[in-house]
């Protein structure tokens, strides 16, 4: 319909409403009163008053786990930024081949259920696991618990995010004009100066892109920490889910829910009026 | 720098590839717990997964559900992504940025707001209720996807279809439809994906009758590691490989990679 609807618009201007109307209607009602319902609470349960912000803000428990998270995310999205560029620059910079395979392995990634990847560094990391047979046969005699610690939730999150982190800086890298690699090269830069003073500034907003991207699903992540986490070093997003099913305290969980919503929304809004967020999910 | 920068390539391809490949191994395995390399090796979990109703039900669940998504969110989004892409009004920018709000905002607040709001409606563990948020979910990858493929859309074949004497909706039929085709597909593919990867609404709304299959597994991961979980994850790998390898090797035929996206915030 879209060509004979086209036609009326400019005239009447009524089409591109009817169009968007359902889809509209249906997201207030299905997104926005959900949304809203979660602030309201965070107001309102169990009475009307600020205690439960003063609470999260406050306690000595939400802080603690409200600096962890940001922590943890900040070291997430570096893991994933000293992981994914050298993988993104070899994809870059091989043979097509090379570069192909390498790229079909990180798709592979990228598409496969987190849910699927944090039950393997399960595997990997349990106590019958190769890690742990690894480090006994070098002559660790009591390797250390590597399963549900901060170290195995990082490392699973690391791996579930780097895919984002990789296609960002991959898809700059590729575009770099080669020419500018050679000029620099014959105005004298070479090794580690060429690296900092061309090749890395050049490939900027691929890393800045990806490391906004990490870095906001970091935050709000729930599974991965649930499942593989120390459960006394516990994200927010978990926090939330515990607060929630085991107390049903759900001013509480608003309370904390809202904050996380608020950080998240102001670094994405910062990141809007510099880039566009069309731009974020490629 | 740049030997440097290979090695430490190939060492993160490693890294990448390992956690993948590993789940084949273990969905043979006959341990009954997390032992790697597996001790000796049978089917059993494999039967256990295909004969079972307890993974059965939320297998066919997730299959219903990210169906049901799937064409409620392209029903919605297809004429909101035409309003969008090819008329200009006032609120355009705005409309444009709410389109994509369901991908900002983290899921597990989302999954607050609908375990109290479908709470109050009688939706929670309901099929209908987890369609309902996940379609949500869906809009902001299918919209993408979708816009994508209309901004760059020749209007010139369909102002020639028409000075040939095709009615608008002929036109629409047989010239639009048709160039939108693959749009269409990987649009719909993406909302269902969304829906049938999607965990932490879920966890929340989906309760013991609607119950999803990463629920199933999230559950079953934190209570006893069922190994037929391994034979679930192998299965999944399966599906992806083909999916991806496939189309990969046939456009490798043809010396040309394809570019691939995934949307955010499904965590």
Redesign the interface.
């Known amino acids: ?7 009326l ?1 400019e005239k009447t ?1 009524i ?3 009817l ?2 109307a ?3 209607i ?2 207030l009602i ?2 926005v ?3 809203a ?2 602030a309201i ?1 965070s107001f309102t349960e169990p009475k009307v008053s600020l205690a439960n912000y003063q609470k999260v803000l406050t306690g000595a428990l939400y802080q603690r786990v409200f600096l962890n998270t940001f922590v943890t995310a900040a070291f997430v999205t570096l893991c994933c930024l000293l ?5 993104a ?3 870059a ?1 091989s043979k ?1 081949r090379t ?2 395979l ?23 990391l ?1 106590n ?3 890690l742990i047979a690894l480090l006994q046969m070098i002559g660790v005699d009591k390797p250390p618990q590597l399963l549900f610690t901060r170290f195995s939730s990082t490392l699973a999150m690391v ?2 995010l ?3 982190m990789i ?1 960002n800086i991959y ?1 700059v890298m590729k575009k770099i004009d080669p020419a500018l690699i050679r000029s620099a090269e014959s105005l004298g830069a070479k ?2 100066s ?2 900092r003073h061309v090749y890395l500034p050049l490939t900027a907003p691929g890393i800045a892109n990806g490391s906004v ?1 990490v870095f ?2 970091c ?6 920490p ?2 593989l986490g120390s459960p006394r070093e516990q994200m927010v ?1 978990g926090l ?2 515990h607060q ?2 085991e107390f049903l305290a ?1 001013g509480l ?2 309370a904390m ?2 904050i ?2 608020v950080v ?2 102001i670094i ?1 809004t910062i990141y ?1 009026r510099r880039f566009g ?2 731009k ?3 | 720098m740049n030997t440097f920068m290979r090695w430490a390539g190939f060492i993160v391809v490693l890294f990448i590839a390992a956690p993948l490949v590993i789940v084949v191994p273990m969905s043979f395995s006959n341990a009954n717990s997390l032992q790697f390399p597996p001790p000796g090796y049978w089917l059993g979990y494999y039967r256990a997964y295909f004969t079972s109703m307890d993974w059965l039900i939320p297998t066919w669940n997730s299959i219903l559900i990210a169906t049901a998504t799937t064409i409620l969110t392209m029903a919605l989004v297809v004429p909101a992504t035409f309003a969008l892409v090819r008329h200009k009004f006032r609120g355009k920018g705005f409309a444009d940025l709410m389109m994509l709000m369901p991908m900002a905002v983290p899921h597990i607040v989302m999954a607050v707001g609908y375990y109290s709001y479908f709470g109050d409606l009688g939706l929670v563990h309901s099929h209908l209720g987890v369609i309902l948020a996940h379609t949500c979910l869906s809009v902001p990858i299918a919209f993408l996807v979708l816009s994508a493929n209309l901004k760059g859309f020749d209007r010139n074949l369909e102002r020639a279809a028409q000075s040939l004497g095709a009615s608008p909706a002929k036109t629409f039929l047989h010239v639009t439809l048709p160039i939108l085709r693959p749009g269409l597909v990987i649009s719909s593919l993406f909302a269902f994906i969304q829906s049938f990867d999607e965990t932490v609404v879920a966890i929340f709304i989906s309760g013991r009758d609607a119950e999803t299959l990463p629920r199933k597994m999230f559950d079953s991961i934190r209570q006893e590691a069922d190994p037929v979980i391994a034979v679930i994850s192998t299965l999944l790998f399966v599906v992806v490989l083909v999916g991806i390898a496939a189309p990969y090797f046939a456009s490798a035929l043809r010396s040309r990679a394809p570019k691939p996206s995934r949307p955010a915030g499904a965590h």
């Open positions: 319909m879209g060509i004979s609807l086209s036609k618009t201007n089409w591109p409403w169009l968007l359902p889809l509209g249906y997201m299905f997104f009163v959900p949304l319902e979660v609470m992981v994914g560029y050298p993988l620059y070899l994809m910079h097509p570069a192909m390498i790229l079909l392995l990180v798709t592979m990634s990228f598409w496969t259920s987190f849910l699927v990847r944090t039950y393997s560094w399960m595997v990997l349990g019958n696991g190769p791996h579930i780097a895919p984002y296609m898809s090794g580690w060429l690296f991207l906001v699903i935050l709000g992540f729930y599974v991965t649930v499942l997003a939330i889910g929630i099913e759900f969980g608003s829910a809202m996380l919503l998240t929304l994405l809007h967020l069309d974020l999910w490629g």
